[in-house]
């Protein structure tokens, strides 16, 4: 019986194994194509049917080395990306704190705002904003695209700040508020260190997302504040692809993210499961 | 001069007031505890004194000046809390010293008082350490510090033994009550535990449904409850209240009212005496039901031959006399008969 009990474990273990190791290949193998494709000659990579074995260039990375459009459009993501993460958490820290603790009148009507406005698709306030960046001369600056990106980050920040926040016990700002502190600086010196994990793990998502955005770079920039994602597919020319270009600055693109994931990743999942703060 | 006052005060969330007509005076330096079961609004005035919670209608007092408007820190009132919120980011050390600072109170000052308090509460030892590496006791001596070290006008305490165990409630009860008695600092004390309440205070407040029901020292409440909800809430084992022709229809009263529908009496269980030929109102027979031996004392359940259920309290020794289904007689102690109107509820002598 207890033999039979153990075979049974060790079975139903192998296909989660199993299973769990498919996940993995299915879901990593395109990034493994893009590496190998950005390794590849241009020959070798065209090869039809596809080279499984090949001897692996640089030449791709040599040539993003010296290709001032790239160069650019990733430092231009650095800038945006940097801006529009402290401009959320500047935004959504006060806000979520108004939402949680402040009687604020009609709290539960900007909750269903911000799920709302987050589940819009970014390209719809693309086109009607369009003209008013030009007007403004927001129009392709890095300003005006991180103030775009709040649209999407911004209710995410919040509503993530906000479930923070109310994991503190409410008699803590209270104690705090006879003690004479202000609403500012409970926030500064009581929320925002005890929730710092959670203030990590939105900084992370909001950066890995607009990081990896491309459909509002497109509408709103034009050549100077393009942003890294514009960069790789800037290799598709009218008449051919740079494959090996394209996929070699997808990978240096997604290294920054894939290293501050790696980095954060404590962060992420400590901040995500935020528990209840021991007062 | 740090008196408090509240004149006709009044408090509504939405559209249920919650406190109505509130009328209380707590002198200078005087430890009252506010009493009464879970939502009878103790808590709110608590707060209210505190600038947690506005007052919706009359006045708030405090050392003579109108407080109706000041924000909490105005107040220059500390409080104590139930769940301690010690602010769980700093060191026992900071969560000390958080108000003096706030206060931009010279550094050396600061240093000089954290030391003075956590000498006075044993903290010396865990000043570097965080409220999540502090045992419950701690925690709360933490926030004990934290509410003196400010030298307030008042002390307001919302159920702060609540959360410990029954032994270091004990202890802390003392030590909050010695603490106040040092610093003369009036003190205003919530809790739902009328042994807190009997033992600390100088004056009891029972509260139920936003009104204050009877306020004065704790044996006046005790000896002489203004009403039927002060007399069952007060004292532990309850008062046994019951119609005046269930338990004494069988009787010869030597004392109290005459027999009525519209009375109640009521009985507390360490004045009805057993098998006793002492002078006293009979009450007749009865079976023993149950008998809970705590050691120094035992408590009988009874049931009168009219099916009246009482509770007695006796001495430990009760159970070598008295077994489990026994008839006893039962008197009541001559002038411990308490007669209230049945409907209104209010003490009648």
């Not at chain 1, 700002?173 to 500064?188: M, N, T, V």
Request: aromatic share 8%; proline share 4%; hydrophobic share 45%.
């Amino acid at each position: 019986m207890r033999r039979g009990g153990r075979l049974r474990e060790q079975f139903s273990l192998g296909w989660a194994c199993i299973f769990t190791g498919a996940m993995v290949l299915f879901s990593l193998f395109p990034v493994y194509w893009v590496l190998a494709t950005s390794l590849k000659t241009r020959r070798d990579g065209l090869a039809n049917p596809p080279l499984w074995i090949f001897d692996p260039t640089a030449a791709n990375y040599l040539k993003l080395w010296t290709h001032e459009t790239f160069k650019y459009t990733f430092l231009n993501s650095v800038i945006v990306t940097g801006s529009g993460v402290l401009l959320s958490l500047a935004l959504a820290i006060p806000t979520a704190y108004a939402i949680v603790r402040m009687k604020v009148r009609g709290r539960s009507l900007v909750g269903i705002w911000l799920i709302l406005a987050y589940m819009l698709p970014e390209f719809l306030f693309v086109l009607p904003m369009f003209s008013l960046y030009q007007w403004t001369g927001l129009y392709d600056t890095h300003v005006g695209l991180a103030l775009m990106y709040q649209v999407h980050v911004l209710p995410l920040s919040i509503w993530l700040l906000s479930s923070f926040f109310r994991e503190i016990n409410p008699a803590i700002d209270e104690a705090a508020r006879i003690e004479g502190a202000s609403h500012l600086h409970i926030l500064a010196r009581i929320y925002i260190p005890c929730t710092l994990p959670g203030m990590a793990a939105t900084a992370i998502l909001n950066a890995i997302w607009i990081w990896n955005e491309l459909a509002i770079a497109l509408g709103l920039t034009f050549s100077k504040a393009q942003t890294v994602t514009l960069g790789v597919t800037g290799f598709r020319g009218y008449a051919a692809l740079d494959w090996g270009a394209m996929t070699g600055a997808s990978i240096i693109a997604i290294i920054p993210m894939l290293l501050f994931a790696l980095v954060a990743q404590k962060h992420i999942v400590r901040g995500l499961t935020f528990g209840a703060v021991k007062g | 001069m740090s008196d408090i006052r509240f004149t006709n005060a009044h408090k509504k969330f939405g559209d249920v007031e919650v406190i109505h007509n509130l009328n209380l005076h707590v002198e200078d330096g005087e430890f009252i505890v506010l009493v009464g079961p879970s939502g009878c609004a103790k808590s709110t005035t608590l707060r209210m004194i505190a600038g947690l919670e506005r007052m919706t209608g009359g006045d708030l007092h405090n050392g003579g000046k109108r407080a109706n408007s000041m924000t909490a820190a105005e107040r220059n009132i500390s409080m104590v809390f139930q769940s301690y919120a010690l602010f769980p980011n700093m060191s026992v050390r900071q969560n000390l010293s958080f108000g003096l600072k706030l206060r931009k109170t010279r550094a050396t000052v600061v240093d000089h008082e954290v030391a003075r308090v956590a000498g006075m509460l044993g903290l010396d030892s865990l000043l570097d350490r965080k409220p999540g590496q502090l045992s419950g006791g701690q925690a709360q001596r933490v926030a004990l510090g934290r509410a003196m070290i400010r030298r307030p006008d008042a002390f307001l305490f919302d159920e702060p033994l609540s959360n410990l165990d029954a032994e270091l409630r004990v202890q802390m009860r003392g030590e909050i009550s010695e603490m106040q008695a040092n610093l003369s600092t009036t003190t205003v004390y919530v809790t739902h535990d009328q042994v807190e309440a009997m033992t600390m205070g100088d004056r009891i407040a029972v509260m139920n449904k936003g009104e204050i029901l009877q306020i004065g020292a704790p044996a006046d409440l005790y000896e002489r409850p203004a009403n039927t909800f002060v007399a069952g809430f007060i004292g532990s084992p309850r008062m046994n209240l019951m119609p005046a022709r269930d338990l004494l229809a069988d009787a010869e009263p030597t004392d109290g009212p005459a027999h009525g529908a519209a009375v109640t009496v009521g009985v507390r269980p360490e004045h009805i005496l057993v098998n006793s030929e002492a002078e006293g109102t009979r009450i007749g027979d009865a079976h023993v039901l149950r008998i809970e031996n705590l050691g120094h004392e035992a408590h009988l359940h009874v049931r009168t031959l009219r099916g009246i259920k009482l509770n007695v309290r006796t001495d430990g020794e009760v159970h070598h006399r008295i077994a489990q289904g026994a008839r006893v007689s039962l008197t009541v102690r001559p002038g411990m008969l308490h007669t209230f109107h049945s409907s209104t509820g209010e003490c009648l002598a």
